[in-house]
Nanobody, 124 residues
């Protein structure tokens, strides 16, 4: 069982940066791949980024590639999403998720554990 708690969301101006954290409980965090997803108001939740269990593989949605960086610290049971050059279209609730397969995955259905989400609002 893995429990996830996101933090680091908030209000930021266009072009600003935020770093989201996802703290995991449980001793199996290091064997899970992690993903970040987001849901804008009135829209479906969408994939943002994913990282393998070791951190050796990552993958990003085209909309965030070059601006966002996913990382993890297995010693701290924490995953991160560094978000730079934020735009109004990045406004959403951001969720982290854990997948016991350990491999990068874009599909929401493959993730067994989800956090409660953290709001990111980018003002223009």
């Amino acid at each position: 069982q893995v429990q996830l708690v996101e933090s680091g969301g908030g209000l930021v101006q266009v072009g600003g940066s935020l770093r989201l954290s996802c703290a995991a409980s449980g001793r199996t965090f290091s064997s899970h791949s992690m993903g970040w997803f987001r849901q804008a108001p009135g829209k479906e939740r969408k994939f943002v980024a994913t990282i393998s269990w070791s951190g050796g593989s990552t993958y990003y949605a085209d909309s965030v590639k070059g601006r966002f960086t996913i990382s993890r610290d297995n010693a701290k049971n924490t995953a991160y999403l560094q978000m730079n050059s934020l735009q109004p279209d990045d406004t959403a609730v951001y969720y982290c998720a854990a997948d016991s397969s350990g491999w990068i995955d874009l599909r929401q259905d493959e993730y067994e554990y989800w956090g409660q989400g953290t709001q990111v609002t980018v003002s223009s």
